[in-house]
């Protein structure tokens, strides 16, 4: 499934549950195994960054994690909080 | 095109040529086109948080910014640079 579709399908159809959301997807192609893992890091760094804009706590954020054969994949999926108009 | 299928086009095919690399895919889906942009901010950010781990120039950073209409989308890959094994 691609990265639009992705988006598409989960858009939201009532006004009263849409929500702001913010994907982060965080791909590592390593050629050795035995290299350093950044994303363990990476990922905690990355939430500390986004709190300087917007406020989210841990619930609000739903985190992924695949290694494969060739590449990790790092994917948080953040339901951003309503603003004030 | 998938996220999967991406990587697997894109996969080196010469052992003198490889590279690792880092991909970062930043989608902020918004409800409120007048509400507030964080990702050009969120680009510098991200970019000095990756180079705690490792040195990398703003020449080995390639970035793709796309608007649509309910999101933005911001792209940063990243040749790593070699290590001394």
Known sequence: M???NYF???KPTSA???KERLQ???AHERLDRNGPEYLPQLRRDIMEVIRK???ISDEQV???FEKGADFDVLELN???PDRDH
Do not use: D
């Open 62 to 64: 739903n985190v992924q």
């Open 78 to 80: 953040i339901a951003l």
């Open 53 to 55: 804009y917007v406020p």
């Open 24 to 26: 982060i997807v965080i």
């Open 2 to 4: 691609g990265w639009f």
């Open 16 to 18: 009263k549950v849409a």
């Open 8 to 10: 598409k399908q989960s």
